[in-house]
């Protein structure tokens, strides 16, 4: 697992070399009055550097194939790794 890990970082750092070292805090958000839901919506990403999609369900078909981990990420995070919504669960 620590491995995965580690690949899934340097796939980051390859693919998006403008952004920062990924973050394990969230950056931080606008104080509003209003309160916002707590829970960001996680979606799920497979990391290998193939991978394209992410997915509303860990177990979405298009993950099965998944054979480098799957992280769950803020549909922002999976975004801004370039990945675009599944067509098989959304
Ligand atoms: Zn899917």
Not at 8 to 20: D, G, I, N, R, V
Not at 59 to 83: D, K, P, Q
């Amino acid at each position: 697992m620590k491995h995965v890990l580690l690949f899934f970082l340097l796939t980051l750092s390859l693919a998006s070399p403008a952004q920062t070292v990924y973050p394990h805090h969230r950056p931080t958000q606008p104080r509003t009055t209003v309160a916002q839901p707590v829970a960001s919506p996680k979606v799920y990403v497979c990391g290998g550097g193939s991978a394209y999609a992410y997915h509303s369900s860990e177990g979405c078909a298009g993950l099965n194939r998944c054979s480098h981990g799957v992280n769950a990420v803020t549909v922002a995070e999976a975004e801004g790794m370039g990945r675009r919504p599944c067509k098989k669960c959304y």
